[in-house]
C-alpha cells in the first residue's frame, strides 16, 4: 500500500510539497520538523505559562482566593510537566533539528521518518497529558517528581505514566537520530574537534537522552504497577521503600536537568562568539567541560534527597561530587567572559539575552552550590530557595538561552529580519520582571516558605507579591515576543543577507536566507576558515 | 511560515519514486520520501495508551470502552509495523539504500539496544537496591534501626521465600523457583540460540541458504522452546508455589524483571521468524543483510540479560 502511496508523491525537493498533510504530517524534512517542534514548543510554553499565571494570582496574597488546594496542586504538577517535556525540551530539539544538519554539512537527519514520528507522538502525549484535567478526579497532584505514595493516590496515574512513556520514546528516537546525523552525516572535512559547540552540546545531551529516559519510563512502570497490578516495590510493608522511587527517579532526574541545560550552553558559545567577533576562548576546553558535566551528572543525583534520610556517607559523596560540577561550569562562564574579552561587541538581541543568561545562570548557578551543602540544605529543601534556584537556572538559563537562539537564527530561517526595537523591548522587560519574579523567592525560602502550598503565612505576604506582580509582567512580555515573531515570519520587509550577522561564522550561514527547503544535497566542500573552530588544531 | 521552495544552482538529480539520491556520486546523500507511517503510528501508540489508561481506570464492570480503544490500537501497531517496515523492505529492495543509510541504520539500532539496557537497569537496579538496602533495614540493619523497632520489630530480614515478601509478609507464603530446574534448562536453551543465530550469520555470509534456514529456523524454535517454558514456569508458580505478582517486592521483582525480559524474548522471536521468511524469499545476499544482523543483535541482547537474570534473580 505505502509502495503505491509513495509512487504517487513525486516529492518536487526543489521546494516544499504543497499540501498541508503532505507537508507537514508526512514530512521527512528537517526545517519543517525542526518548525514543527518550535511551534509546538512554544505552544506549550504559553499553556505552561498558563498555569504560572494561575498560580501567582492565587499566592498573591496569603489566604485561599481563587481555587481549591487541590486544584492548585494540580497546577504546579502540570505547569513543571508541560514546561520540561513540551516547551523546553521540544524547543532543544526543533533547533537541534534546524540547525546541526545545517552546522555539519549534512542534507538532512540520519533517519528523516523516524524524526517526524519523534516530532508527532508530543502533541498526542499533551493530548493524553492535559485531558486528565478534564476527567473524573483532575489531573496529576502529586508534583511533577511523582513521589509514591501520594501520587499513587492520584486517578490520573494511568494517563500520565502513558503520556511519559511516549514522550520518553520521542525523546529516545529524537536522541538517536541526532547522535546518528552528528556521528554519520557530516560532511568530508568536518572533523569532530571542528564541529560548533552548539553540535558538540546536543551530540553529549543526545547520550544523555537515550541513558537515562528509559531510566524514567522503568520508574513509571513501577509506579504503574504498583497502583493498578498489585505490586509493592514502593511499599515498605511488602519490603519495598518509596525512597526507591527517589532514587530511580533522581538517576533519570539529574541527567535530565543537564539535558535541558547543556544545549543552551552550545547556544551561548554559538551567540557570545558572533557577536564578540572573535573566536571561542578554549574550544576544546569547552567542550571538555560539557562531556565533564554529563559524566558528572550521573554521580550526583541523591543531592535531590538530602532530607529523605540518607546514610551519612552517601550524603558527603553526594554533597562533594556535586560540588566537583562547579569546576567544569566555571570553565564554561569564564570562557565566556574571555570570548567577550577585547571583543569588538555589539548588542543586538540575541547577544544582550546571552549575556543576560551568563549572569543570571551563574546566580542559578551559585544558589545551587549553596543547596549541594548537605547541613545547609536541610534548611533549603523543599523551600522557595529551590524554587527561586532552578527556575534561575531553567527560565532565565534554558528559556533565555532558547529565546535568544530564536532571534539570532530567525533571519537565517524566514529570509526576514525581526524588528530590533521590539527585540529589545522584550530582551528588556523580560530580565527586569523575570528578576522581580524569581528574586525574592530567594528571601521567601530562606524565611522558610514551603514550595507547593497555595496558601502562606501572613509574614510572607509582601515578597510574595513582588513575586506575583514581576510573573504577571514577565508573563505579559512573552506576548512582545509572539509579536515579534509574527511581524518577522509574515510582515518584515527587511530582508536578511546570506551571513546576517557580520561576524556568523560556520555553514549554517554559507546558505541563502531563508535556508532552501532542500540544502547540502552534495556534500559542501569544507574551508576551514570558513568555519568557527576550523583551526582549533593548528 | 514560509518556507519559499529556492534552489540553489541547477545540479543533476537522481528521482526516484520513493526517496530521491541526492547528486550523482557512488556515495550520495539519500533522503527517504514522505510517508504517513509515522503519523499513523503516532496515532496508533496515543489510541493503545489511551485505551489501556481507560481501561485501567474504569470502575468494575463498565471496562468495555478501554479495552475496544486498546484493542483496535494494538491492531494498529501491528498494522503500522507490517506497513512501515514493508515499504522500507521495498526501498532497501530497490537498491535505494547506500553505505550511508546503512550505517545510520547500524548506530541507530545500537543505540536503540543501548536505551533498553538502561530501561533493564533500572529493574536491575531496583532489584539491588531491594535487596542490599530496604530489605536489610527494615530488618533493623545500619540505617533502618528505629523503623524496624517501632514497626516491624519481628521482621527478620532476608531475601527468597522467608521473608522475601516484606514485614507484613505480602500474598502469604511462597517458595521461590528453584534455578537448577527450568531456569538452567532456559538459560542453555538461549545460549544454544545465541549460537544457531550466528552459525545462520555465517552462512548467509557464505551464501549457503539451506543452512541460514535451518539454523535460523532452529533459532525461532529455541526461542518458542524457552517462552513455553517460561510460560509453564509462571503457571507453577502461580498454582505450586504461591509465588505471584502480590508476594511483596519478591514477586514484583521477579515478575517484572523475568515478565519484560519474557516479552523483550516474544518480540525476538517473532523478528525473527520475520527474517526467517526474508531469507526465504531471498532478500538478503552476502553484503546486504543489516535486517538480519539487527535481529541477531537484538537476540544477543536479551541472551545477556537473561545471564544477568539467572544470576541475579534465580542463583544468588
Given amino acids: 500500500m505505502s509502495y503505491a502511496a509513495t509512487h504517487d508523491q513525486h516529492d518536487d525537493h526543489h521546494g516544499a510539497p504543497k499540501g498541508f498533510f503532505q507537508r507537514w504530517c508526512m514530512s521527512t524534512n528537517h526545517k519543517d520538523i525542526g518548525t514543527l517542534y518550535l511551534v509546538f514548543a512554544l505552544t506549550m510554553f504559553f499553556i505552561g505559562g498558563s498555569f504560572a499565571m494561575l498560580i501567582r494570582a492565587e499566592l498573591f496574597k496569603p489566604g485561599l482566593q481563587l481555587m481549591e488546594p487541590y486544584f492548585f496542586n494540580q497546577l504546579t504538577t502540570m505547569h513543571a510537566l508541560v514546561m520540561i517535556f513540551g516547551a523546553i525540551m521540544p524547543a532543544f530539539v526543533g533547533l537541534g533539528n534546524w540547525m546541526i544538519p545545517l552546522m555539519v554539512g549534512a542534507p538532512d537527519m540520519a533517519l528523516p521518518r523516524m524524526n517526524n514520528l519523534s516530532f508527532w507522538i508530543l502533541p498526542f502525549a499533551f493530548i493524553l497529558l492535559l485531558s486528565t484535567l478534564f476527567l473524573p478526579g483532575g489531573g496529576p497532584s502529586g508534583g511533577w517528581t511523582m513521589y509514591p505514595p501520594l501520587s499513587l493516590q492520584s486517578d490520573s496515574l494511568a494517563y500520565v505514566v502513558f503520556a511519559i512513556h511516549l514522550m520518553g520514546i520521542s525523546s529516545i528516537m529524537g536522541a538517536i537520530n541526532i547522535i546518528a546525523t552528528i556521528l554519520n552525516m557530516r560532511a568530508p572535512g568536518m572533523d569532530l574537534l ?63 536537568v543537564y539535558i535541558m541545560i547543556l544545549p543552551a550552553f552550545g547556544i551561548i558559545s554559538e551567540i557570545v562568539p558572533t557577536f564578540a567577533r572573535k573566536p571561542i576562548f578554549g574550544y576544546k576546553a569547552m567542550v571538555f567541560a560539557i562531556a565533564c558535566i554529563a559524566f558528572l551528572s550521573f554521580i550526583v543525583w541523591a543531592h535531590h534527597m538530602f532530607a529523605v534520610g540518607l546514610p551519612l556517607g552517601a550524603e558527603i559523596f553526594f554533597m562533594y561530587a556535586t560540588m566537583l560540577i562547579s569546576v567544569p ?87 526576514n529580519m525581526y524588528s530590533e526595537f521590539w527585540g529589545k523591548v522584550h530582551f528588556w522587560n523580560s530580565v527586569i520582571w523575570v528578576n522581580v519574579l524569581f528574586f525574592p523567592q530567594h528571601f521567601l ?14 509574614a510572607f505576604a509582601n515578597f510574595n507579591m513582588i513575586s506575583s506582580i514581576g510573573g504577571f509582567l514577565f508573563g505579559a512580555t512573552q506576548l512582545i515576543f509572539i509579536g515579534v515573531l509574527i511581524h518577522c515570519v509574515f510582515f518584515s520587509k527587511k530582508k536578511a543577507t546570506d551571513r546576517v550577522w557580520e561576524g556568523a561564522k560556520g555553514l549554517e550561514w554559507t546558505v541563502p536566507s531563508p535556508a532552501p527547503h532542500h540544502t547540502f544535497e552534495v556534500p559542501p566542500v569544507i574551508h576551514d576558515d570558513e568555519l568557527a573552530h576550523g583551526h582549533v588544531n593548528d | 511560515m514560509q518556507f519559499p521552495g529556492q534552489h540553489d544552482g541547477a545540479k543533476v538529480i537522481k528521482r526516484n519514486p520513493r526517496g530521491y539520491t541526492m547528486g550523482q556520486q557512488h556515495d550520495a546523500y539519500f533522503v527517504p520520501a514522505k510517508s504517513y507511517w509515522p503519523f499513523v503510528a503516532a496515532v496508533v501508540m496515543f489510541t493503545t495508551v489511551f485505551g ?159 543452512k541460514i534456514l535451518l539454523f535460523l529456523g532452529l533459532t525461532v524454535l529455541l526461542g518458542a522452546t524457552f517462552l513455553y517454558f ?29 515478565g519484560f525480559h519474557g516479552l523483550h524474548v516474544t518480540l525476538g522471536t517473532i523478528m525473527l521468524a520475520v527474517i526467517w521468511l526474508r531469507v526465504l524469499k531471498g532478500h538478503f545476499n552476502k553484503e546486504h543483510h543489516f535486517g538480519f544482523e539487527a535481529v541477531a543483535w537484538y537476540w544477543h541482547f536479551v541472551d545477556v540479560v537473561w545471564l544477568g537474570l539467572f544470576m541475579f534473580v534465580y542463583i544468588l
Avoid: C
Fill in chain 1, 445 to 458: 525560602g530562606l524565611a522558610g516558605m514551603p514550595r507547593r502550598i497555595p496558601d502562606y503565612n501572613v
Fill in chain 1, 194 to 256: 571542528k564541529m560548533p559547540v552548539f553540535v558538540w552540546s546536543w551530540l553529549i545531551t543526545a547520550f544523555l537522552l537515550i541513558a537515562v529516559m528509559p531510566v524514567l519510563a522503568g520508574a513509571v512502570t513501577m509506579l504503574l504497577t504498583d497502583k493498578y497490578f498489585g505490586t509493592n516495590f514502593f511499599n515498605p510493608g511488602g519490603g519495598g521503600d518509596p525512597v526507591l522511587y527517589q532514587h530511580i527517579f533522581w538517576f533519570f532526574g539529574h541527567p535530565e
Fill in chain 2, 52 to 210: 489501556a489508561a481507560h481501561w485501567l481506570n474504569a470502575e468494575p464492570g463498565e471496562s468495555g470502552f478501554g479495552k475496544t480503544v486498546l484493542t483496535v490500537g494494538v491492531i494498529g501497531v501491528l498494522a503500522m509495523f507490517f506497513g512501515w517496515f514493508r515499504s522500507v523492505i521495498h526501498e532497501s529492495m530497490g537498491g535505494n539504500y547506500n553505505h550511508q543509510v546503512d550505517t545510520s541504520f547500524r548506530m541507530g539500532m545500537m543505540w536503540f539496544i543501548f536505551s533498553e539496557v538502561m530501561f533493564f537497569g533500572a529493574f536491575f537496579g531496583a532489584l539491588f537496591y531491594i535487596r542490599m538496602f530496604s530489605v536489610p533495614w527494615l530488618g533493623g540493619h545500619g540505617h533502618g534501626t528505629l523503623t524496624h523497632q517501632f514497626l516491624w520489630s519481628d521482621y527478620a530480614a532476608s531475601w527468597g521465600a522467608s521473608a522475601g515478601n516484606g514485614p507484613e509478609h505480602i500474598g502469604g507464603a511462597f517458595s521461590t523457583v528453584p534455578a537448577w530446574g527450568l531456569p538452567l534448562l532456559n538459560t542453555l536453551i538461549l545460549l544454544t540460540s545465541s549460537v544457531t543465530v550466528t552459525i545462520a550469520h555465517h552462512a548467509l555470509r557464505a551464501g549457503h541458504r539451506g
Fill in chain 2, 230 to 258: 517460561q510460560a509453564h514456569e509462571y503457571m507453577e508458580a502461580y498454582k505450586e508455589l504461591n509465588l505471584t505478582l502480590h508476594s511483596g517486592v519478591y514477586g514484583s521483582t521477579f515478575f517484572l524483571l523475568t
Fill in chain 1, 329 to 415: 561550569t566555571g570553565v564554561k562562564v569564564f570562557n565566556w567572559v574571555a570570548t567577550m574579552w577585547g571583543g569588538s561587541m555589539t548588542f543586538e538581541t540575541p547577544m544582550l539575552f546571552a549575556i543576560a543568561f551568563i549572569i543570571l545562570f551563574t546566580i542559578g548557578g551559585f544558589s545551587g552550590l549553596m543547596l549541594a551543602l548537605v547541613p545547609a540544605d536541610f534548611q533549603y529543601h523543599d523551600t522557595y530557595f529551590v524554587v527561586a534556584h532552578f527556575h534561575y537556572v531553567l527560565v532565565t538559563g534554558a528559556l533565555f538561552a532558547i529565546i535568544g537562539a530564536a532571534y539570532y537564527w530567525l533571519p537565517k530561517w524566514t529570509g
